[in-house]
């Protein structure tokens, strides 16, 4: 049966104004695919909201039961008001001049109305692959310009018909103003590059094991059937993608649950309007060829959350197709998502077998988001289709202002007043379809919020392609440049609502950023606030020779640990084993010269060392390959005999940062490789050692009253994460890790302004 909209004024009272109230309610209005307003006035803040009458319970719910962290909501009162319809969000100044600033929305998975009428004989919308309605549907992908009326989208192309002309003007109906409002008589049209039925055709081209290239919401997908090996295989060599994971599509919630473990907190993620990949563990029955994920016990699985999807699976009646599909991001390795139809010709010629494609052209590219759960809470490892571009609120006001981010997984932010958007997920800057790619990124960022930049902030490294591009386009504006590391804390206190003033312990672990020593930081101990930090202790320099490819190489890591801590490069030793003898001379002669090595303090390199030293992995094809395979296998081993790392909390030179020693934990891992211990329980020795070590150092540098913030990239180890947090609170600590904003560099951004943001 069809939920009605139902429409609500909600009045909050209480200390609800300054504390970044209004961008909670858009964002939570968002996660809820509710639509309306949220004003200012002298008694508090005023929402008016709209959608299903469970989600706007839900809603009032959120909205008491969790507000920002500076909020105190003393009452809420709510009524019932007409419906008005539409999909938009409104952000009202305070003043009642009429200004302020409409949003736009994230796009909204298929919602379960339109997914019965999609399914329904009677129902003129039946198999139509572009069914919508005010409740979902695309939003941000085809918003060229606001306000989000249809001209400003790319459903101007297709003049409404009468009746869709009545459902959208009818306040009683779901799709009144719904702006991408279609059917099959005036809607987008479906094409396969073969005869017959587009569905039908791309269906039979899966089933026989090819490879299909299939338009979505936010680009193009490669799709193959993922319980057959050769086609999962084929894919993998075309994509030049080596051995790093797929995900997979499943048509529903069951499915899900046949190929990996659903918990109550997954199963609500899965099934959520932004229905992201989730990282769960794989089932040992699942279906899914060995290939889709080697070596990973994870699978990462989205369920269906476009009709097209739907379709493709099979609604009943349909000859049968896969129902477990991977369905990866259309492009090769490293490159952009396609999502322009030329473009998509030209580029995915040579990776697709056919094409399943529309005429609805996507304005904005924008790839599937990626979470894992940690103790049943969000861990974003990749922000953007669902979540862009929610904004995130500023402790203080700031000037219109850009963040350029990081070179890896980079995402731009925008920020004006005490408002910040963060950009969809662009990439890594490393080549030059990535920087247009980033280009139309900041310049359509702009236009949806309507903040023109007067400074731009970018990262301190001098090499960053980010950091270039912020130099060539700021013109007269003022470039700011902010420490790596900074950053990363700087956003986990933001995403957390620290107070402008705030202070935290933080340890910032990962692979690479620019130190202003010139050496390469990773394992960073700073006392920091958003103005500045001090470099409190750091994991001790060991040498990276010749930069990337030891990064490829883990065996170089391993012996360059080897060598920082006195070790013997012995032949008994898998890294040892693995590095060519003429390569060991060369290594040897860099070491004791330091020609082509640059000192490095990373966490992320000690995780690859390790797994080398274990024998795990020796050669990388994907970032971080090398840790995530240690993580797997160290899951649910318990860490007896643990190692621990040599830390100096005597150590009293405020201009000398103390140094952490791996050197006992790396004697430690090869006694125990050479005499037989298995690599898993290695890797949960080691896992359970940095806990420890970031247990140490918050009781050496912090206090009951002093929270402990976790950022980089090393904490998107599910493992890691765990077991730091438990071992923190327990001792009574309070720990901030994110929930909102990836630890990786997809978030750093929003850390960018917000140091320049106290400046």
């Not at 070179?407 to 958007?421: E, I, P, Q, S």
């Not at 950053?487 to 312990?505: F, N, P, R």
Request: hydrophobic content about 40%; glycine content about 10%.
């Amino acid at each position: 049966m069809t939920v009605h909209r139902s429409r609500r004024r909600v009045v909050v009272r209480g200390v609800v104004q300054g504390v970044g109230f209004r961008p909670f309610v858009y964002t939570t209005a968002a996660e809820l695919a509710l639509s309306g307003r949220v004003s200012n006035d002298s008694s508090g803040v005023i929402v008016e909201i709209e959608g299903a009458p469970a989600a706007l319970d839900e809603f009032v719910r959120r909205v008491g039961a969790s507000p920002p962290p500076l909020a105190v909501v003393e009452s809420i009162e709510q009524a019932d008001i007409p419906p008005r319809g539409g999909t938009g969000f409104h952000i009202a100044d305070t003043t009642r001049d009429g200004a302020g600033r409409t949003l736009a929305s994230p796009d909204v998975a298929l919602c379960a109305d339109c997914a019965r009428e999609l399914a329904d004989p009677a129902n003129r919308r039946h198999r139509h692959p572009f069914i919508n309605c005010t409740n979902c549907g695309p939003r941000f992908t085809i918003i060229a310009t606001l306000p989000y009326d249809r001209p400003q989208t790319s459903m101007a192309d297709f003049p409404m018909c009468a009746e869709c002309a009545r459902e959208y003007a009818d306040p009683t109906d779901r799709r009144f103003h719904a702006q991408p409002i279609a059917c099959p008589h005036c809607g987008p049209t479906l094409a396969y590059t073969g005869p017959g039925d587009p569905l039908t055709a791309a269906r039979n081209l899966l089933r026989d094991g090819g490879i299909l290239a299939v338009k979505g919401i936010g680009g193009y997908h490669l799709a193959c059937d993922a319980t057959n090996e050769s086609a999962v295989a084929e894919l993998r060599k075309r994509k030049r993608r080596g051995d790093k994971p797929f995900a997979v599509m499943v048509p529903d919630l069951d499915s899900a649950r046949s190929i990996v473990e659903v918990d109550p907190a997954a199963a609500a993620l899965l099934t959520s309007p932004a229905r992201p990949i989730v990282l769960l563990t794989r089932l040992d029955t699942a279906v899914p060829a060995a290939s889709v994920a080697p070596r990973n016990p994870d699978l990462g699985v989205m369920v269906a959350y476009a009709p097209l999807h739907l379709l493709l699976f099979g609604l009943p009646g349909d000859p049968p197709g896969p129902q477990v599909l991977v369905m990866t991001s259309g492009n090769l390795g490293g490159e952009p998502i396609c999502y322009d139809d030329n473009d998509a010709r030209s580029r995915l010629t040579g990776l697709a077998d056919g094409w399943l494609s529309h005429n609805r052209r996507i304005l904005v590219p924008c790839d599937d988001s990626v979470v894992r759960l940690v103790d049943g809470i969000e861990l974003p490892v990749r922000r953007s289709r669902g979540y862009a571009p929610l904004p995130l609120a500023l402790p203080t006001p700031m000037p219109p202002t850009l963040a350029v981010g990081a070179d890896l997984k980079n995402t731009c932010a925008v920020a004006d007043g005490r408002y910040a958007w963060l950009s969809q997920h662009i990439g890594d800057m490393d080549d030059l379809a990535t920087l247009r790619a980033f280009d139309d990124a900041v310049h359509h960022l702009e236009q949806l919020t309507g903040v023109r930049p007067v400074q731009i902030v970018a990262d301190g490294h001098p090499r960053y392609r980010s950091t270039a591009w912020a130099q060539r386009n700021a013109g007269d504006r003022p470039v700011r440049l902010v420490q790596h590391h900074h950053a990363h804390i700087a956003s986990v206190m933001g995403e957390h609502g620290l107070s402008a003033a705030a202070t935290v312990l933080g340890i910032a672990f990962d692979g690479t950023g620019f130190g202003p020593d010139g050496a390469v930081w990773g394992g960073e101990v700073l006392a920091a606030g958003y103005k500045g930090f001090r470099r409190l202790a750091h994991l001790k320099y060991a040498p990276l020779a010749g930069g990337d490819v030891s990064v490829q190489r883990p065996y170089r890591m391993a012996l360059a640990h080897l060598w920082a801590a006195g070790i013997e490069w012995s032949e008994s030793i898998p890294s040892v084993r693995a590095c060519p003898v003429d390569e060991r001379a060369v290594l040897a002669h860099q070491f004791e010269t330091g020609l082509g090595c640059v000192p490095t303090s990373s966490m992320g390199r000690l995780f690859d060392a390790v797994s080398s030293l274990a024998g795990v992995r020796h050669v990388v094809d994907y970032e971080a390959q090398a840790a995530i395979e240690l993580e797997g296998l160290a899951r649910g081993v318990p860490a007896d005999a643990g190692y621990r790392f040599a830390v100096d909390t005597e150590h009293t030179d405020e201009n000398a940062p103390a140094p952490l020693d791996p050197a006992p934990v790396l004697a430690a891992v090869v006694a125990d490789a050479a005499n037989g211990v298995s690599a898993a329980a290695i890797g949960a020795r080691f896992h359970d050692a940095v806990a420890h070590l970031i247990l140490q150092l918050a009781v050496a540098y912090s206090a009951p009253e002093i929270p402990v913030a976790l950022s980089g990239g090393v904490f998107q180890n599910a493992l890691l994460l765990a077991r730091s947090r438990a071992l923190l609170q327990d001792n009574g600590f309070h720990v901030i890790s994110h929930r909102r904003l990836p630890p990786n560099d997809g978030g750093l951004a929003f850390g960018q302004l917000l140091a320049v943001s106290a400046g």
